[in-house]
């Protein structure tokens, strides 16, 4: 993530701030205001654990709704201390735990580019942001969370390593990548002259695209079926074959894809 001198904040958000929801949900809201209102931006999102998503509405800042989720029960967080002081032989009759159900959260903004990360691994955070509408997007979660977008136009990073991916009233471009979750792309417009990159694994992808897209798409399963309502031109290749001799190791690496074109072809889908 980039650093620098920041206009913003590094916000902690503790148990004196929180607003307890339950015994295990805590909600926080920020308004972050931005250096150049009115201007295009960009948003930034890393977490290790929790959902993430982004709505783009007519306004001029950006819009933090974070809620935290202890990640076990407080009848397991029980069972766990009793049984690692056990080892030790400590005697916890009679006390009362005081718990932290505080969680941190770091948001910084400078120059329109907002930033939000998280480095809990053992509390889910999920995020709720508005953005404006011409914001572009790079956002990431690991585990235990999916990824939402709706209404925004930029150019999109997106990625998720077990969960789904949505991206619905999207404009402009997107690469995206899940691993154990489901892809879904529709798009209200296409950047022109821009490549773009999908890629799953063991769900599916599910790509909607304007009528008069032009594009020349590259596709590829290991193990399942292609299917298109498009009026696509399939294009006749043979085996793409890449060579390399890097650190004086000779190596060839040989790869099948189906080609067609969308509207005679265009930027690489």
Same mark, same amino acid.
């Given at each position: 993530m980039k650093r620098g001198n920041l206009k913003y904040l590094v +916000?902690?958000?503790?148990?004196?701030?929180?607003?307890?929801?339950?015994?295990?949900?805590?909600?926080? /809201?920020?308004?972050?205001?931005?250096?150049?209102?009115?201007?295009?931006?960009?948003?930034?999102?890393? +977490?290790?654990?929790?959902?993430? /998503?982004?709505?783009?509405?007519?306004?001029?800042?950006?819009?933090?709704?974070?809620?935290?989720?202890?990640?076990?029960?407080?009848?397991?967080?029980?069972?766990?201390?009793?049984?690692?002081?056990?080892?030790?032989?400590?005697?916890?009759?009679?006390?009362? /735990?005081?718990?932290?159900?505080?969680?941190? +959260?770091?948001?910084?903004?400078?120059?329109?580019?907002?930033?939000?990360?998280?480095d809990h691994f053992n509390k889910r955070i999920d995020l709720e942001i508005k953005v404006p509408i011409n914001f572009s997007l790079e956002l990431g979660t690991v585990n235990n969370g999916d990824i939402y977008v709706s209404n925004?136009?930029?150019?999109?990073?997106?990625?998720?390593?077990?969960?789904?991916?949505?991206m619905y009233a999207i404009s402009g471009s997107v690469v995206a990548s899940t691993v154990n979750g489901k892809l879904v792309m529709e798009f209200d417009r296409v950047a022109p002259n821009t490549p773009m990159a999908f890629a799953g694994m063991n769900k599916n992808i599910d790509l909607t695209l304007p009528a008069d897209t032009k594009a020349t798409l590259k596709m590829d399963s290991k193990m399942g079926e292609i299917y298109t309502d498009f009026d696509a031109e399939l294009v006749k290749s043979g085996p793409e074959v890449n060579k390399s001799t890097k650190s004086g190791i000779y190596k060839v690496s040989v790869s099948q894809s189906v080609t067609a074109k969308l509207n005679g072809g265009g930027p690489e889908i």
């Open positions: +916000l902690l958000i503790g148990i004196i701030t929180s607003v307890q929801l339950s015994a295990q949900q805590y909600e926080e /809201k920020l308004v972050v205001p931005l250096s150049k209102p009115g201007e295009k931006g960009s948003l930034e999102v890393g +977490l290790i654990m929790g959902s993430i /998503k982004v709505e783009g509405y007519n306004g001029k800042e950006v819009i933090v709704t974070a809620k935290a989720f202890d990640r076990y029960n407080e009848e397991g967080k029980r069972e766990r201390t009793q049984e690692r002081h056990s080892d030790n032989k400590t005697d916890l009759t009679g006390l009362k /735990k005081i718990s932290s159900n505080g969680f941190e +959260l770091d948001i910084e903004e400078k120059d329109n580019h907002v930033e939000i990360s998280s925004v136009d930029g150019n999109h990073e997106i990625s998720n390593v077990n969960g789904d991916i949505e």
